[in-house]
């Protein structure tokens, strides 16, 4: 149900459903919309903390809340704050993040390893095991 509230139903829209109009496929693809939307918004904070104008208003506020003379919870939560520092990530698109994981694992291989030091390898070598993915996909 968290794919229809983030598409905008509110909780008495959601009481008045009686299962009539909505396909499954329509409720799959409004759940997956809200899964990838907290996703992104997740990355996309942690980056605006770690890179951008949130940064020093993270900074800003855990140093007033650390301040002395401050409430023992305010100082702890500005002690979690100042010593939060998220990784930089990027958003990926959906369905990639396993051929990736199995090139990974293959890179690792010692017979793998020969091959994909050969020069101007390593994009035909991504080619087909995006290819293979992309066969067992179908």
Known sequence: MAGLLWAGFTAKDLEKYKGEGIKPETLLLAHSVAASGFSGTKVLLGNALKTGKLGPMKDALAARWTAAGSNPVLRWAGTKLGSYNPPIRSLSAPGSWFPGQLGNMA????????????????????????????????
């Not at 994909?116 to 293979?132: E, H, I």
Request: glycine share 12%; no cysteine; aromatic share 12%.
């Open 107 to 138: 890179s690792r291989s010692r017979r793998y390893q020969p091959v994909a030091n050969v020069p101007l390898s390593s994009g035909f070598l991504s080619d087909r095991w995006g290819g293979g993915w992309d066969m067992l996909r179908l």
